[in-house]
């Protein structure tokens, strides 16, 4: 039996940024960052790749992650990296809008410097993803104004062999999820960004992230198509990964994994966002399909421990340290009254009392 918590005890680098102000730069800004993570199960061994990490981490059991530094010259500021195996090989890549992304490999990152494959297109939040055929497939997108975007390419020189194929886009008019703003309160297009394809029993699920980084409901929904590249359906059950309360708030721009056992795993940002809106940590939740073949992601106590052994869904091990307590104040309105309703009452209590077990714990 082991457990761990979430955010993932690891060690966030420091970032200096500038804070943006009324549309230009301020005051200069220092704060930890960690984000957009993928992960993967290669040659028996666990690994997450997050923005701004300088390395990558690697774990064989899921609870105690080591860091590795890369041992060769990588884009490491380029934000939202994604690993894939390939053959024998470790895929990685990351974004630059700007200009032509090349794709790395390695067959062993740990000990083997990752070779450059000059890139030949400009993208922004990359997923590659082999198909049980043989074909390979990547999609990327990062914008509030352009949909996320699919092609076939040529596994030899990692360029592509089909135009791009617009797969999905952002229906904020009528998905409720897709609005932006803090509790899905503010106007105006958000972004559709980091996407993750898994293929799950000839079906493939192609999830996305929306609807702002910096915003407690940052979340992961997906659509299902019966082929790599569509026609996309939107899936009956999202956000799939969604967890707007608690200790920290967020579930999105991730990644979904098998483990050795055959159990799904989702990883994903969580955001602090205090001293600047990219101030943002990394959680793991237990994921799976339905019998409905519906992905779905474990988030119902996401900050509590987490026994790796248990199924989705398993009560936790330990409670909070208030639970059933009586509740006592001095002054004020009735300490027991639930104003805002029941679920935001539970997520205020979950997300003070929490802080007060986390520090015992």
Request: glycine share 10%.
């Amino acid at each position: 039996m082991a457990h761990y918590c979430n955010p993932l005890n690891i060690g966030y680098k420091y970032q200096h940024i500038r804070k943006l102000r009324d549309g230009g730069l301020g005051e200069n800004c220092v704060c930890r960052e960690a984000a957009d993570p993928s992960m993967i199960l290669f040659k028996g061994r666990y690994y997450i790749f997050p923005s701004m990490t300088a390395g990558f981490l690697s774990s064989d059991d899921m609870v105690s992650w080591e860091y590795h530094p890369f041992l060769s010259e990588m884009p490491i500021c380029d934000y939202a990296p994604d690993v894939r195996e390939v053959g024998e090989y470790m895929y990685f890549s990351a974004s630059r809008r700007d200009e032509p992304c090349s794709f790395f490999r390695t067959k062993d990152p740990l000990t083997q410097p990752f070779e450059e494959i000059p890139g030949t297109f400009p993208f922004w939040d990359p997923n590659l993803f082999p198909d049980d055929d043989g074909k390979l497939y990547f999609y990327w997108g990062c914008s509030d104004e352009e949909p996320i975007y699919g092609a076939e390419m040529d596994p030899e020189t990692m360029q592509r062999k089909t135009d791009p194929v617009v797969l999905i886009d952002s229906h904020m008019e009528r998905i409720g999820y897709e609005r932006k703003g803090h509790d899905h309160t503010l106007p105006g297009r958000p972004y559709i960004e980091g996407v993750w394809m898994t293929k799950h029993e000839g079906r493939y699920y192609l999830q996305y992230a929306i609807p702002g980084t910096e915003f407690n409901i940052y979340c992961d929904g997906v659509y299902v198509s019966n082929a790599p590249l569509g026609p996309f359906k939107l899936a009956r059950n999202n956000p799939f990964s969604y967890m707007p309360g608690g200790f920290m708030p967020g579930a999105g721009h991730g990644s979904t994994m098998q483990d050795l056992e055959g159990r799904l795993w989702h990883t994903a940002s969580m955001r602090i966002s205090c001293n600047h809106m990219f101030e943002r940590r990394i959680g793991i939740w237990k994921a799976g399909f339905d019998q409905d073949k519906d992905l779905f992601c474990d988030q119902r106590y996401g900050t509590w421990p987490v026994n790796t052994d248990t199924p989705a869904y398993a009560d936790p091990d330990w409670m909070l340290l208030s639970y059933g307590k009586k509740v006592t104040a001095s002054s004020g309105t009735d300490p027991t009254a639930r104003p805002g309703g029941r679920q935001e009452a539970a997520d205020r209590v979950s997300g003070s009392c929490w802080i007060l077990a986390g520090s015992i714990w």
